[in-house]
Nanobody, 123 residues
Framework: QLQLVESGGGSVQVGGSLRLSCAAS????????IAWFRQPPGKEREFLAA????????FYESSVKGRFFIARDNAKNTAYLQMNSLIPEDTAVYYC????????????????WGRGTQVTVSS
């Protein structure tokens, strides 16, 4: 099973940017599709973006499309989430996850999850 560790979270002002990283170990990272989710305070975990194993297919939740960008570097066993034009509603714990199956990725039924990184956006 793939082990995932998120990093890059922190506090940022409205309009700022952050780049989250998701470092993988344990198995062949390039075999897995990767997704980013977040869980705002008091709310359910929500899907943000996904990228396929080869890095040539992406899918975004409509509310973040054009502001957030997912990428991966299979040589570095790392995936990324570039977040721009941040707003207070982006405050959440951000998680990366992995699964072999693209359908399971989009459904949030991931086989591997990281422990999350906190992002706080203040005005």
């Amino acid at each position: 099973q793939l082990q995932l560790v998120e990093s890059g979270g922190g506090s940022v002002q409205v309009g700022g940017s952050l780049r989250l990283s998701c470092a993988a170990s344990g198995e062949f990272f390039s075999d897995y599709n990767i997704a980013w989710f977040r869980q705002p305070p008091g709310k359910e975990r929500e899907f943000l973006a996904a990228i396929n194993w080869a890095g040539n297919d992406e899918f975004y939740e409509s509310s973040v499309k054009g502001r957030f960008f997912i990428a991966r570097d299979n040589a570095k066993n790392t995936a990324y989430l570039q977040m721009n034009s941040l707003i207070p509603e982006d405050t959440a714990v951000y998680y990366c996850g992995a699964d072999y199956n693209w359908g399971r990725i989009l459904a949030g039924l991931l086989g591997s999850w990281g422990r999350g990184t906190q992002v706080t956006v203040s005005s």
